[in-house]
């Protein structure tokens, strides 16, 4: 093909061409004029802008620039971000080329980020973009984003009431991994409901208060796991064990139909909560105070009532120096329910024994056998 | 499967028959639990298992079944989200027909691991299409003949539609368009407040 047979090198362009490809497009003359405009960007213009000077509807907001359209020429082929001057000030991005020499300039607009309010405040439609103009995906996208968030979101409320819901019935002490109390009154009931019997032991830790204040809560939280790992270890497999208050624990012993063989394992959790424990290197110490009954003292029994029993044995061992082991004795010819002095009176330790730690007090009182009176041996 | 999909599936019975239907739905299907959750991904085998459940106790034939909840997903006004994200896909319901291409791929653009099924649409005329639809199940041709029967009636269209069988994997429908501005349709704005 010779050069000769090759078209002009300025392709002459109809308006009505240049509207179908750029519909929001703007032929800026010389004298700073507006010649033309895109159907679309017409219509977000109040009045017919032919005619009118470019820079009394528009702002150049970057790069910086004065009105004028020897600044229009000098920013050929940069991103402009302009803004309309009359209300609602929609923001655009530009670029703005130079026409044939006397012809002015030629700008092309699209929507910015703000896409969907422009859209929305001019009511546009899809026919008001070219074919090739991704504005119609980037609302579809949008959308499609605002209702899978919505689904999200919806989502997100469900599974934190479910998790609210599965705290509220949870088993589970989640410091310590042992059961809590609702595991426990749980455990009780079942053992109630099939008569099977069982020893309740109701453990409390001594100074352990002292342990918080002096070292720190971390500290006291090591010290619970390490009681929890020590009362797991002193039980057996099928044994319940439950942490129902801060430093409180309730030991289940299904099987157990008397108190004698609780007293060893008082004795033996005793001795070993009663060693110091390291935290980072300091020594904690506490020790522990321990009631205990049996599900065979009652002809009838209601775990509030075996709980209570135990709580007064335990409040028995705290009050003769901590660092024992009681256990509840009932008053044969008492069917109710004793009173407290009475109780506490019958209550009264059977046998000492003297283990050789270091704990702060090292007793360990054990009533192996049922007590009427409170004569110590 | 999607949980959307479930979940709309769950969505039009309950909306359409009621709670008590679905709760009737949800044990026989042995789903082992009471919602689906739109966001998370469920065995195949669930969403098979409800909709035989659904057809069973509502003694409708599965096919009419599925093409009801076609309908429902585009016309039901707790499905306006779905109708709009339709609406894009052109101006009149020919551009709709033609944007069916896309279908697949637009419902990626918005959730990346939802598996729709693939759609090819040929013209036998400029009123009469037919169009070719390979789903992950089958089943989801009697869905789309449901989808589009509600799309020509919200792009105010008069259309024939009918699904003629399945070859293959590939179900075929045949879409025959009587009047293409038979009404004056629902109105579709591109943007709307909040979206």
């Known amino acids: 093909m010779l050069a000769t047979d090759l078209p002009p090198d300025l392709p002459s362009l109809d308006i009505a061409c240049l509207a179908r490809l750029m519909p929001m497009f703007l032929w800026v003359l010389p004298s700073g004029l507006i010649r033309a405009v895109g159907p679309t960007l017409r219509k977000l213009l109040p009045d017919d802008p032919v005619g009118m000077p470019f820079f009394d509807l528009f702002t150049i907001r970057r790069p910086a620039a004065a009105p004028g359209m020897a600044e229009l020429q000098r920013l050929s082929g940069a991103r402009l971000h302009l803004l309309l001057r009359p209300p609602p000030g929609t923001g655009f991005r530009g670029i703005t080329v130079p026409l044939a020499a006397g012809q002015g300039a030629l700008v ?18 899809d026919s008001d973009f070219a074919p090739t103009d991704l504005t119609v995906e980037m609302l579809y996208l949008a959308e499609a984003k605002s209702a899978v968030m919505q689904e999200l979101h919806e989502l997100n409320r469900r599974l934190q009431q479910a998790k609210a819901a599965a705290e509220e019935q949870a088993l589970t002490d989640t410091l310590t991994g042992l059961a809590n109390r609702r595991a426990m009154d749980q455990a009780v009931d079942r053992l109630i409901a099939d008569a099977t019997p069982f020893g309740l032991m109701h453990v409390d830790l001594d100074f352990f208060k002292q342990v918080n204040d002096t070292f720190g809560h971390a500290a006291g939280d090591a010290v619970l796991q390490i009681v929890a790992r020590v009362l797991r270890d002193e039980t057996r497999v099928g044994d319940l064990v439950a942490r129902v208050g801060g430093d409180e624990f309730v030991l289940i012993l299904p099987g157990i139909a008397q108190t004698d063989p609780l007293g060893p394992v008082a004795q033996r959790i005793i001795a070993r909560l009663s060693e110091p424990i390291d935290y980072r290197g300091q020594s904690c110490r506490v020790s522990a105070s321990i009631g205990m009954t049996v599900s065979t003292l009652y002809p009838r ?5 075996l709980l209570s029993d135990a709580d007064r044995a335990l409040y028995f061992s ?7 082991a009681t256990a509840y004795t009932p008053d044969p010819e008492e069917e109710g329910e004793p009173p407290q002095a009475e109780a506490d009176r019958r209550m009264a330790p059977a046998a000492t024994v003297t283990l050789d730690t270091s704990a702060p007090d090292p007793g360990l009182n054990v009533a192996p056998r049922r007590l009427t009176n409170g004569a110590a041996p | ?54 057809a069973s106790q509502l003694r409708r034939p599965r096919d009419a079944l599925l093409e009801d909840l076609g309908t429902y997903l585009v016309s039901h006004p707790n499905r306006e989200a779905l109708r709009r994200l339709l609406r894009f896909g052109g101006v009149s319901f020919v551009d709709f027909l033609h944007s069916l291409d896309d279908l697949p791929g637009r419902g990626r653009l918005a959730v990346p691991d939802l598996d729709l099924p693939q759609l090819q649409l040929s013209a036998r005329s400029d009123r009469q299409f037919t169009l070719a639809c390979r789903g992950p199940r089958p089943g989801y041709g009697h869905v789309m003949v449901g989808v589009l029967r509600a799309m020509a009636d919200d792009y105010g269209a008069l259309a024939l539609l009918d699904h003629t069988g399945t070859q293959d994997g590939v179900e075929t429908i045949t879409i025959d368009l009587l009047e293409p501005s038979f009404a004056a349709g629902r109105p579709f704005a591109l943007a709307t407040r909040g979206g």
């Open chain 1, 108 to 125: 092309n607009l699209s929507f910015g980020i703000e896409v969907a309010d422009a859209v929305r405040a001019h009511h546009l439609t």
């Open chain 1, 318 to 324: 705290k009050s003769q120096g901590r660092a024992r």
């Open chain 1, 301 to 305: 029994p209601r775990p509030g009532r």
């Open chain 2, 1 to 54: 499967m999607h949980g959307l999909i479930n979940r709309s599936i769950q969505s039009f019975l309950t909306d359409t028959y009621g709670p008590v239907l679905w709760r009737r739905v949800a044990t026989a299907a042995r789903l082992g639990f009471d919602d689906f959750e739109a966001m998370l991904d469920y065995d195949d085998a669930l969403t098979d298992a409800v909709i035989d459940a659904a």
